[in-house]
């Protein structure tokens, strides 16, 4: 089934900001065999809007507009649809009644604007968010269907999964669909192709997908399809293993998950596997591990917490590095890593340590110590501690990142 | 001058890229006082494309196309400008001379493909192009101009800045820009829009939009356009500053900065000018707040470190939190985020001390401490620590990254 995607928003519309909600539901709509053929991003203009809709719905089956379900006047996209599908709108009064009540018990005063959310195009269903007061709609068109989505990532991502998807997938032909993951870190993406495609460019069936993720992260999908799910699981579990095994033997211990799941998450996994815990010291990447460490629920089985180490003071009285290090060899050196891991793990009786100091710029650098320098430093109950050293490049954030990712794949290589 | 930018090519159809040369497209166009009012990215079927040319040039005056003239088959945006405007394409002698020339100098051989770049809408002017085999064409239509411009980023970039802005210049009228930002934070969307719409709405110029971002912040864009730059700024600041009074009366101490910035930055500005310094101590953020406050360059001035306590025992250990308050008040209590923020401030002999205790979700809640409970503490040398009490909703991510944003704007406040 074809599809078209309506990004609605004059925000959408500047120098700085893309649509980038229409990758996610590409991918999603692609999962249920259907085909994006043309997207638009499109301002809060109801008029233009409603000739959008219109000319969409007439020339494909499935047209989704994302934005514009908000409460205030710059919200467009309800009366548009309405115009352009010639129907008119309701106020819900259920919808009224859950928006009021989801002001009450928040104990705020619900501006007046905010009741527009409960207009509903007279032909459609709702598609309930409990994320925010925005619902989507789902309404027949003449020639198919209209689905309106909120713009907010977040309840974009909720409303699609909760009520559009089991939606559309009554309306997809009788598919098996499976997509085997290969997560994979510490490679660039061009390496990994180097080494995957001649293996996935010779088949259709399973499809490969290459993503990178900000994490950083790689991500290849092997999707496949077949008239049985069984068939689709065979298919792509069987491209991906031989993936797999071509990537260990060229690029070494990559592969960190078979699932997409931030590396942090797997980390956490072995650790509360083993019954283990473990303490961070940061520096250049200033909470950024602490923060991913704790991204998911469940951290406190094996994070017992960490010291943000960014003046050289702190590495001495809460770290107890040495003052004689520091002088000596500085804090971004193998040295202070160790120490700074050693320290943690000791301060919070924690087994194991792990530690980031680094130059992540653009300022800080010297000739000897160039940015992007950084020093990951792993310490383990009863073993010396180690390090590692990398050369990263990019801008801060970049580097801040790649610091934080590194050294939980470090921590994670050792927790085998 | 209004103008449509249509980027084509089936691989920014996919779930992994985006159209980004629309972008600096828009940024150029604004610049000559030109606005982009609707973004399309098009497969390269050539009757589609030729249809949405058509409806593009009807509705715009300036249609600026991106992609689609290599020398391949699937590049069809020649001929689908040739359907939609009703002319016929010459194969043009000059051009392809050039392009034999092209390849003879660098000693390849000339696939036969390569001279359909040579093909030219019979009205249009060439867009020269001697950074690749593609170049532009620039062609009046029956209510204004298409112009055709090759889709690499380092081509594109290089043909409209030698070939097409100068045109472009030719025919913007006299016409300056000038944005006016208001960035708030610890405010929804809805609350802004109440206060401000009735201010905004009542006039087109300057145009006013409200951005919610992830940090989360809410900005309100005012830009305004006259003929001289002078003029355009008293437009827009003026609208500005008389919707910040309304906002400051109606919802108190909410505006942070004047340009579009993170809280965080704007907060070690504070900090830096001051000459004082911070440390945190950070339980269910887990080390988020330390991360957004060494986003940027510089942080080191004014932030010293912190502590993520994310157990019991570190609480105690590392900030002095008495076990006798943990028992008797719980790590997720008013008494401990205080205690938290003064013995983190006195660890690391800062000005101040800033904590974040809380039930992030979704475990960890009880009946009495619901998910979404947050203490905000804050300690200054030789003052009582004060706390702020939160009550949030939403997800884990949603009550992380709001406790964060909270313990920002509650320093920020005592800064002024």
Chains 1, 2 share one sequence.
Request: hydrophobic share 45%; net charge neutral; aromatic share 4%.
């Amino acid at each position: 089934m074809k599809a078209e995607i309506l990004a609605i928003g004059t925000e959408l519309l500047g120098a700085t900001r893309l649509d980038t909600n229409s990758l996610e539901l590409t991918r999603e709509l692609a999962a249920l065999g259907m085909e994006v053929v043309a997207k638009h991003v499109l301002p809060d203009r109801t008029a233009d809007l409603a000739a959008s809709i219109a000319a969409a719905t007439a020339r494909v089956p499935l047209v989704i507009c994302t934005g514009g379900l908000g409460p205030t006047e710059d919200d467009r996209t309800r009366d548009a649809a309405a115009l352009a599908l010639g129907c008119s709108l309701l106020r819900d009064p259920v919808a009224e009644a859950w928006i009021r009540n989801f002001f009450a018990q928040r104990q705020r005063a619900m501006p007046p604007a905010n009741l527009r959310q409960a207009d509903r195009l007279a032909s459609a269903e709702w598609l309930p968010n409990t994320t925010g007061t925005a619902p989507g709609q789902w309404c027949p068109t003449p020639s198919g269907w209209l689905a309106l989505l909120p713009g907010p990532p977040r309840e974009m991502r909720h409303v699609f999964h909760n009520a559009l998807r089991p939606r559309l997938r009554a309306l997809a032909p009788p598919h098996a669909f499976f997509t085997s993951v290969l997560c994979l870190a510490s490679v660039s993406e061009s390496d990994v192709d180097a080494v995957a495609a001649p293996l996935y460019r010779v088949c259709d069936n399973p499809e490969t997908t290459i993503l990178a993720t900000g994490e950083p992260q790689i991500e290849l999908h092997f999707r496949a399809s077949a008239s049985t799910l069984a068939a689709a699981q065979a298919l792509a579990d069987g491209l991906a293993q031989q993936v797999e095994r071509q990537l260990i033997a060229a690029l070494g211990d990559v592969v960190i998950s078979h699932q997409s799941e931030p590396l942090a998450s797997a980390v956490g996994r072995r650790l509360a596997a083993r019954g283990q815990t473990l303490a961070v010291a940061e520096s250049c990447t200033g909470g950024l591990l602490g923060a991913r460490l704790t991204d998911s629920p469940g951290a406190s089985e094996f994070f017992l917490g960490g010291v943000i180490s960014y003046s050289n003071s702190a590495k001495v009285d809460l770290l107890g590095v040495s003052p004689e290090l520091l002088d000596s060899d500085g804090a971004v050196s193998a040295a202070c890593a160790e120490a700074m891991a050693e320290g943690v793990r000791r301060r919070f009786a924690a087994d194991w340590g792990l530690a980031v100091t680094g130059i992540a710029g653009p300022s800080g650098a010297t000739p000897s110590k160039p940015v992007g320098m950084v020093y990951i430093g792993l310490a383990a109950a009863g073993q010396p501690p180690k390090h590692l050293h990398l050369a990263l490049h990019g801008d801060r954030d970049r580097i801040r990142r790649f610091s934080a990712q590194r050294a939980l794949h470090e921590l994670f290589r050792h927790l085998r």
